[in-house]
């Protein structure tokens, strides 16, 4: 089974006017909503929307970013049908198609967090890598 495309049709985020300096927390957070039948014209092909809700809430008080979007998944008919069923009946995902679907949601909504967080003045969600340069070794005279 593949992912085929990510969708997202929300994007969102506030700071708080009066943020107090401090240590801050940031929860992230993602989650299904729901998972809908997806139409393909490829004879044995079938597919899933997977919507999904990533959220960021800086603590405290600080503010959030919510980003809600689609996972498009596509597969042979008997395991895509199996998936569906399974969510109609117990809301659940085997593990195997969870995997994949969080995973692409996480990339999506952490790369817009990271945007936008810049744009609205909150810390970045994800640490950034920094380059550090060594010291440089001293030279013994003898």
């Known amino acids: 089974m ?3 495309k990510i969708n997202l049709y ?3 985020a506030n700071r ?3 943020a107090r300096g401090g240590q801050i927390g940031i929860n992230s957070n993602v989650s299904i909503k729901e998972v809908e039948d997806l139409q393909f014209n490829i004879p044995g092909k079938a597919g899933l929307k997977f919507n999904f809700s ?7 008080d600080l503010g959030s970013i919510e ?3 689609q996972v498009f998944y596509t597969g042979e008919e008997a395991k895509v049908k199996e998936v569906k ?3 109609d009946k117990e809301k659940k995902v085997s593990a195997e198609v969870m995997q994949q679907v ?5 990339h999506k909504g952490n790369i817009q967090a990271i945007k936008i967080s810049e744009e609205v003045g909150l810390p970045s969600p994800l640490p950034l890598p920094k380059v550090q340069s060594k010291p440089k070794p001293t030279e013994k005279k003898e």
């Open 2 to 4: 593949t992912i085929v």
């Open 10 to 12: 929300k994007v969102c």
């Open 16 to 18: 708080s006017l009066d």
């Open 54 to 60: 990533f959220t960021c809430k800086y603590t405290p």
């Open 67 to 69: 980003v809600e979007g």
């Open 85 to 87: 069923e399974l969510w």
């Open 102 to 106: 969080i995973n692409a949601a996480l």
